[in-house]
């Protein structure tokens, strides 16, 4: 059987078994453009140059006619099938007459811990990972695509990465003393660098309501890796009083849903619901969710967990979060005990930045028939008088409910919402943890807002 042969039939065991797995996305093929410092393979007749204190292996899989090469102190090329190197002169052609040689990428720029550079099997449309989960969590499979060349910097210091098995060169590791003979190998050595830990665990998340994904230790350098690009910082928020969901890097605008779950409650049954009965709907079109199970607190035990539903504007704010949040609280008084969920608790993103309505709150429209200067002139006062109020209803939000509190003779309803410091407090409390210095602090969850944004780093990146 072939490589990509060997990759269907695992990728099918995976979805049979109902495994999760990673996928890594990039390479350090010869033929890849994005290798080369002008983002384009060498010319023929071009001159060639691999950094010279590194260690790499690359895939060589077509014939390039070139007139010098300068290979590393330790690397190894891997000629695929019909692939091979030409002694040419020179390069006469306009855009290689520079005389400069193509630079090979720096190949030890690859993070295990940057987010972007996994796939994930189980994305659905709709649907985005939280940044701590983009990057395998201890209950994953790892594969990578034994057609192509990598090589991957395990982070900084003495950071542990622990997975559940590592597919690499069409081999499965399975067991610890398996991976450690291979990373010692120099086959291992010029595919996994730095003084990062990997192993392996017999970790299976076979709870029906989820599992920690175990990256909380993490964030920090995930955080960094991510941020990496734009300076450390994170993008400007786009509305006020935004939220930063628990393993998120940056904040994000829309609404946080909290679930209370019972044994009773199963994780992937209620992501389809989510999709079927809620996000399929016209009104709720643009938004994304994430759905997982999460720690009240990085320092408590794993068994204080808890539901986190991630609702997020992908588009100039329209309350499309805050609708769906309160639908699923009605969803929750209505079905709470066939779903499992024994209480819900949701915390809602404020007002566009720049001003706008808040979210969620239907806006009057114009009365364009009336006319005169006396109408006009009352009107006038009335906007006065609810521009006095509106800084009243601009800040976030937070609402509970919980079925086992309803009457069984009361008609399934979303509680009408107020603002409690009570609740904000209790529901929120958080513990930050230990983060780079130039990364931008964790806001206060008690103040139920923080915010999201648009970029290319919300979306995970696809092979």
Same mark, same amino acid.
């Given at each position: 059987m072939g490589a990509l042969g060997q990759v269907l039939l695992w990728l099918r065991i995976c979805t049979l078994t109902q495994a999760t797995y990673k996928l890594w996305v990039p390479n350090t093929n010869f033929d890849a453009a994005a290798n080369w410092s002008q983002n384009r393979t060498p010319c023929a007749g071009g001159a060639v140059e691999f950094p010279a204190d590194k260690m790499v292996s690359v895939l060589v899989q077509e014939g390039y006619a070139i007139s010098d090469m300068v290979l590393p102190l330790d690397g190894e090329l891997i000629l695929a099938s019909g692939a091979g190197f030409s002694a040419s002169e020179a390069s006469s052609r306009l855009d290689c007459s520079s005389g400069a040689p193509a630079l090979f990428r720096d190949p030890d720029r690859f993070s295990?811990?940057?987010?972007?550079?996994?796939?994930s099997g189980d994305g659905a449309l709709g649907l985005f990972s939280v940044d701590a989960e983009r990057v395998p969590c201890r209950h994953h499979d790892v594969f990578f695509p034994p057609n192509a060349s990598f090589r991957v910097g395990l982070g900084p210091g003495a950071s542990s990465v622990r997975v559940r098995s590592l597919s690499a060169l069409g081999r499965t590791f399975t067991s610890n003393e398996d991976l450690a003979a291979f990373l010692a190998s120099r086959a291992g050595r010029l595919r996994f660098h730095g003084p990062?830990?990997?192993s392996l665990g017999p970790e299976v998340c076979v709870d029906r309501s989820g599992c920690v994904c175990g990256n909380h230790e993490a964030q920090p350098w995930i955080c960094a890796a991510l941020l990496q690009p734009l300076g450390g910082r994170c993008p400007p928020a786009t509305c006020q009083d935004a939220l930063r969901p628990e393993g998120q890097c940056c904040d994000l605008c829309g609404a946080i849903v909290s679930l209370t779950h019972g044994p009773a #409650?199963?994780?992937?049954?209620y992501r389809a619901r989510l999709l079927d009965t809620f996000l399929a709907l016209p009104q709720y079109q643009g938004l994304q969710v994430a759905v997982s199970k999460v720690l009240r607190s990085p320092n408590l035990r794993e068994a204080d967990t808890e539901i986190q539903v991630v609702l997020a504007e992908t588009r100039p704010e329209t309350g499309g979060a805050a609708r769906l949040a309160?639908?699923?609280?009605?969803?929750?008084?209505?079905?709470?005990?066939?779903l499992g969920v024994l209480a819900a608790a949701v915390r809602e993103s404020g007002a566009p930045a720049g001003g706008g309505s808040s979210a969620g709150l239907d806006q009057p429209g114009s009365n364009a028939g009336l006319v005169g200067g006396a109408v006009l002139a009352a009107m006038l006062l009335v906007l006065l008088a609810l521009l006095a109020v509106m800084p009243r209803l601009r800040g976030a939000r937070s #609402?509970?409910?919980?079925?086992r509190n309803q009457a069984a003779s009361e008609p399934a309803r979303v509680p009408p919402g107020f603002h409690n410091p009570?609740?904000?407090?209790?529901?929120?409390?958080?513990?930050?943890?230990?983060r780079p210095p130039n990364l931008p602090p964790k806001p206060d969850a008690a103040a139920t807002s923080h915010s999201y944004f648009v970029n290319p780093l919300f979306a995970e990146a696809e092979a």
């Open positions: 295990w811990y940057d987010p972007r550079l996994w796939s990062g830990e990997l #409650f199963d994780l992937e049954q309160r639908a699923l609280l009605a969803d929750v008084a209505e079905h709470g005990e066939a #609402f509970r409910w919980s079925w009570m609740f904000d407090a209790a529901a929120s409390e958080e513990q930050t943890p230990a």
